[in-house]
């Protein structure tokens, strides 16, 4: 079945450092791929998304693009804030018929210091 | 716009119990789709409901069901409570079949059984 393999956490980092947590699928055919990101205390929210391959997805200085070669989905960041702390979650949704679901990786914590 | 709200947001039970959460979709939004994340976990899909109708389920056994009513809002109910159910139980709307590409997510119920 379809699976998300992500980079086992925890991961602390320094102010300012480059940030890549590597995330890889397993699906039937070509699914949309997620990157969420959980606060403490909140639910998930979108941080990006790429819905074919080779597509980048972008926001709030992060990024990742969809390999389908090595299907993986690696976010980066190039400066990270202390803000940026919190759980990242890699994410599939199948083109299927049907419902339409998340398939989500383990998480990864990140933990930023000043 | 009022996004997705949920309640309550903490409870305890005992095993063998049985729980009701509930959830308000986002305004606009007529699919509603609920997920358990285990401490320490990805979230994992339980089901989906579209316009009052189970539109798909993961793998969870009978003891879990929903009710989606006119308004579009939802239930999640839990028989026969175990202690495996503790989690955090997300729910997440989205607008018609448009699917797992524009979901949002509320801040969840956070289950705890004794």
């Known amino acids: 079945g379809d699976s998300v393999t992500q980079m086992e956490g925890p991961v602390t980092l320094s102010e300012e450092a480059f940030l890549t947590i590597n995330c890889t699928y397993t699906?039937?055919?070509?699914?949309?791929l997620f990157w969420y990101v959980q606060y403490p205390g909140e639910g998930l929210q979108l941080l990006l998304k790429a819905t074919k391959a080779d597509d980048k997805g972008s926001n709030k200085g992060f990024e990742a693009t969809y390999r389908k070669e090595t299907t993986s989905f690696h976010l980066e960041k190039g400066s990270v804030q202390v803000s940026d702390s919190a759980v990242y979650f890699c994410?599939?949704?199948?083109?299927?018929?049907?419902?339409?679901?998340?398939?989500f990786g383990q998480g990864t914590r990140l933990t930023i210091n000043p | 716009e009022t996004g997705v709200t949920q309640s309550p947001t903490h409870l305890i039970k005992t095993r063998g119990q049985q729980v009701t959460l509930r959830c308000s979709s986002q305004s606009g939004h007529n699919t509603v789709s609920w997920y358990q994340q285990a401490l320490g976990q990805g979230p994992q899909f339980i089901f989906q409901?579209?316009?009052?109708?189970?539109?798909g389920r993961g793998n969870f056994p009978p003891r879990f069901s929903g009710l989606q009513f006119p308004n579009y809002s939802s239930e999640l109910n839990v028989n026969a409570l175990e202690l495996d159910d503790s989690a955090l139980y997300l729910c997440a709307s989205s607008p018609g079949r448009a699917g797992a590409n524009v979901l949002t997510f509320g801040a969840g119920s956070r289950l705890t059984v004794l």
């Open positions: 409901y579209y316009r009052e109708e189970e539109n």
């Open positions: 699906a039937t055919g070509y699914p949309s």
């Open positions: 994410a599939l949704s199948p083109k299927i018929q049907g419902a339409q679901k998340l398939v």
